[in-house]
């Protein structure tokens, strides 16, 4: 089993940046990939970015290629995520996630841990 708790959240201005963050406990002894996703109010859960155990292979939705970098430090079992030019669309719940059967993963199903998530909101 593996725990994820997801922190950074909070309120933040359109154009501004934030760094989330996501430790993982427990059996973090396995390789695991893990993924940001997002839900906003009334949406469905969408995928934004994944990242490899070895962190060399990363994937991100469109919608935030280029603004949003994922990464991890294997050493302290934190995944993190890079948002800058922030807008108002960005509103959501993060959640991230982990997985030890793909080397990255697009799809929700496939993960088999998530964290309880935290509030992003973008507003002026």
């Known amino acids: 089993q593996v725990q994820l708790v997801e922190s950074g959240g909070r309120l933040v201005q359109p154009g501004g940046s934030l760094t989330l963050s996501c430790a993982a406990s427990?059996?973090?002894?396995?390789?695991?990939?893990m993924g940001w996703f997002r839900q906003a109010p009334g949406k469905e859960r969408e995928f934004v970015a994944t990242?490899?155990?070895?962190?060399?292979?990363?994937h991100y939705a469109d919608s935030v290629k280029g603004r949003f970098t994922i990464s991890r430090d294997n050493a302290k079992n934190t995944v993190y995520l890079q948002m800058n030019s922030l807008k108002p669309e960005d509103t959501a719940v993060y959640y991230c996630?982990?997985?030890?059967?793909?080397?990255?993963?697009?799809?929700?199903?496939?993960?088999?841990?998530w964290g309880q998530g935290t509030q992003v909101t973008v507003s002026s």
């Open positions: 427990g059996r973090t002894s396995s390789s695991y990939a």
């Open positions: 996630a982990a997985t030890e059967d793909w080397v990255i993963a697009v799809a929700a199903k496939l993960y088999d841990y």
């Open positions: 990242i490899s155990w070895s962190g060399g292979n990363t």
